[in-house]
């Protein structure tokens, strides 16, 4: 049996979901998972953790309090692998006890591929990624986009870990949500979602741009749009302006169930690793139109937009022919690619279980 020590310095979103289904799809692996986290005030730290790890430590504080909480860790544990998420904890747990552990790696989207900072610092982040990196044994990126920066910075293994959606169990672990659609609604209105925090990573001014867009097309009346999520209260307020419903921070059930009852699904962030949410969409068996960004333009996925202009022609297509097989057709793509028994079998490569 292999212990499993993961390190995270953020916890909420993304990853949150991403540790729980890599400890789901391995629960009946060789291996215990045992989670070291740092909470921070805005994470939603709902997900039934404390049923899919073996222990939970959580750490509140600073980064050094966090990096001294993960070096005592790791001297008590003494782990097979060491798992670190996140840049933060990527950076910090390179200067930790290694001993005989092997050190994993996942970026869940590289901070230099943030786009509301500046070229300076997207190189000043580039250059601490590189730091140390001989003592990352594995990079497991979470697209094959970010194993591919792995490699160009001179990572000396990189092995495609792939997100899995799993839709049995809410963040409570109830079963609430099902991947079968439900039979076709009346048309129109088309119901379509936006889904994250309104923030410059999902861009909402993308969002606004291709209703501008639509406004050329009469379709645009048939539309109704609503972002699950919040943030940022000057962009909720021009999002709200422009017609868009903003539902604020909702608990993942409830966002589940809104995703699930959709027509279409918007992918308008500027930058991602591999979003959760876009996979959610399709077990839910969603079409979606997807902004052409790193973790997407490798997907092969039809339904690509490059300018809101794009998107906006997308969305008249749909709403033209919304039953068109082609839609189904590609979702079925996307959820074989990224499954549970390819995530299991990435895990049992990365860890040597």
């Given at each position: 049996?292999?212990?499993?020590?993961?390190?995270?310095?953020?916890?909420?979103?993304?990853?949150?979901?991403?540790?729980?289904?890599?400890?789901?799809?391995?629960?009946?692996?060789?291996?215990?998972?045992?989670?070291?986290?740092?909470?921070?005030?805005?994470?939603?730290?709902?997900?039934?953790?404390?049923?899919?790890?073996?222990?939970?430590?959580?750490?509140?504080?600073?980064?050094?309090?966090?990096?001294?909480?993960?070096?005592?860790?790791?001297k008590e544990l003494q782990p097979d692998v060491i798992h670190l998420h996140s840049s933060f904890a990527g950076f910090?747990?390179?200067?930790?006890?290694?001993?005989?552990?092997?050190?994993?790696?996942?970026?869940?989207?590289?901070?230099?591929?943030?786009?509301?900072?500046?070229?300076?610092?997207?190189?000043?982040?580039?250059?601490l990624e590189s730091l140390a990196l001989s003592r990352i044994d594995v990079i497991a990126g979470c697209s094959v986009?970010?194993?591919?920066?792995?490699?160009?910075?001179?990572?000396?293994?990189?092995?495609?870990?792939?997100?899995?959606?799993?839709?049995?169990?809410?963040?409570?672990?109830?079963?609430?949500?099902?991947?079968?659609?439900?039979?076709?609604?009346?048309?129109?209105?088309?119901?379509?979602?936006?889904?994250?925090?309104?923030?410059?990573?999902?861009?909402?001014?993308?969002?606004?741009?291709?209703?501008?867009?639509?406004?050329?097309?009469?379709?645009?009346?048939?539309?109704?749009?609503?972002?699950?999520?919040?943030?940022?209260?000057?962009?909720?307020?021009?999002?709200?302006?422009?017609?868009?419903?903003?539902?604020?921070?909702?608990?993942?059930?409830?966002?589940?169930?809104?995703?699930?009852?959709?027509?279409?699904?918007?992918?308008?962030?500027?930058?991602?690793?591999?979003?959760?949410?876009?996979?959610?969409?399709?077990?839910?068996?969603?079409?979606?139109?997807?902004?052409?960004?790193?973790?997407?333009?490798?997907?092969?996925?039809?339904?690509?937009?490059?300018?809101?202009?794009?998107?906006?022609?997308?969305?008249?297509?749909?709403?033209?022919?919304?039953?068109?097989?082609?839609?189904?057709?590609?979702l079925s793509e996307i959820n074989h690619d990224f499954s549970e028994e390819k995530q299991r079998a990435a895990l049992?490569?990365?860890?040597?279980?």
């Open positions: 049996m292999k212990t499993i020590l993961h390190i995270t310095e953020a916890f909420g979103g993304g990853i949150q979901t991403a540790l729980c289904s890599y400890a789901r799809s391995s629960k009946d692996d060789p291996v215990t998972h045992i989670l070291l986290a740092r909470l921070r005030p805005t994470d939603d730290t709902g997900m039934a953790i404390h049923s899919l790890f073996s222990d939970v430590k959580t750490v509140q504080g600073g980064l050094f309090t966090f990096y001294l909480a993960a070096r005592d860790a790791v910090l747990g390179r200067f930790l006890p290694k001993g005989n552990a092997k050190m994993v790696y996942t970026p869940h989207c590289y901070s230099f591929e943030r786009q509301d900072i500046s070229p300076l610092m997207q190189q000043v982040y580039k250059r986009r970010e194993c591919e920066l792995a490699l160009r910075l001179g990572a000396s293994r990189a092995i495609h870990l792939n997100n899995y959606a799993n839709l049995s169990e809410d963040s409570s672990g109830s079963n609430v949500v099902t991947p079968q659609k439900s039979s076709p609604k009346q048309r129109p209105p088309f119901q379509l979602v936006v889904v994250g925090r309104v923030s410059a990573q999902k861009d909402p001014q993308f969002l606004l741009d291709t209703m501008k867009s639509l406004q050329a097309f009469p379709e645009h009346e048939q539309i109704s749009i609503t972002w699950l999520g919040g943030g940022n209260t000057e962009s909720e307020d021009a999002l709200k302006q422009a017609g868009v419903n903003v539902t604020g921070m909702i608990p993942h059930s409830q966002l589940m169930q809104t995703l699930e009852n959709a027509d279409l699904y918007l992918h308008t962030a500027a930058w991602e690793g591999m979003p959760l949410t876009l996979l959610e969409a399709s077990r839910m068996q969603v079409p979606m139109i997807l902004r052409i960004i790193g973790a997407t333009e490798t997907l092969g996925f039809p339904y690509l937009a490059q300018t809101p202009q794009n998107m906006a022609e997308h969305i008249v297509t749909f709403c033209r022919e919304p039953d068109n097989p082609n839609y189904q057709a590609a049992l490569s990365i860890y040597g279980a």
